[in-house]
């Protein structure tokens, strides 16, 4: 099984909200990853952790506060958005690193 | 230099027919080169990869022709059909501190299968 899942599915919020999107995965995996994708673009890579620590921070703001409480879950905490953070967040995981396998994403639509 | 180049950016084939794919990098470091397929709303699902010492993959309709010496790689779908129908990326993998590993996506390429 290789299922990362991902809520939730859509979300908007006012620039002054606070919210978080969840990641898990239970796969044994090491490494979780979370990504910004804008429409017609590559993933961008934003967070690493490894070993449920931080470990590669792509100097992404910080209104995005991510999170490892343990090594099946991941979490994105949002606050005070701005309308161009608008994008489908992704999240990934991977055992050796190279193979990394995304969820579905979260569509975050910022007002 | 961690750049991956890939063309076209879009691309349209008849069903049956072949659609190929090129990316291109530079980096030596390189160690691993996935394809991933999207479609709209959903997550990028791994398509097939492959090492720089293997030239060739194939997987089912798929096969991946990696040129080390010409630092290219390709994908190529054989009897493409309209499901195939998604955007592509071709991917390089680099180690990036510790066990950890960062993938280093090309531009995309937008395929679409006519029937």
């Known amino acids: 099984d290789t299922e990362v899942t991902q809520t939730p599915k859509h979300l908007v919020m006012g620039m002054t909200n606070k919210k978080s999107l969840k990641c898990e995965q239970h796969m044994g995996h090491r490494a979780m990853y979370w990504y910004k994708q804008k429409a017609k673009k590559p993933p961008e890579l934003m967070f690493v952790?490894?070993?449920?620590?931080?470990?590669i921070n792509e100097s992404v703001p910080s209104r995005f506060s991510p999170e490892c409480p343990n090594s099946s879950l991941l979490n994105l905490h949002l606050h005070a958005l701005q309308p161009e953070d608008s994008a489908l967040y992704l999240c990934?995981?991977?055992?050796?690193?190279?193979?990394?396998?995304f969820g579905p994403g979260t569509r975050l639509t910022v007002l | 230099q961690q750049q991956v180049k890939q063309s076209p950016q879009s691309l349209i084939v008849q069903k049956g027919g072949i659609s190929i794919i090129n990316c291109a990098y530079e980096?030596?470091?390189?160690?691993?080169f996935p394809w991933y397929q999207q479609f709209p709303g959903k997550g990028p699902a791994l398509l097939i990869a492959i090492r720089p010492d293997v030239s060739e993959k194939k997987e089912g309709r798929f096969t991946i022709s990696f040129n080390k010496s010409a630092k290219q790689f390709s994908l190529h779908i054989m009897d493409s059909q309209p499901g195939d129908s998604a955007t592509y990326f071709c991917a390089a993998s680099i180690r990036s501190g510790g066990a950890t590993n960062k993938l280093i996506f090309g531009t995309g390429t937008l395929l679409a299968v006519q029937p």
């Open positions: 980096n030596t470091a390189f160690d691993y």
């Open positions: 952790y490894s070993y449920e620590k931080l470990s």
């Open positions: 990934a995981s991977s055992q050796t690193g190279n193979t990394q396998y």
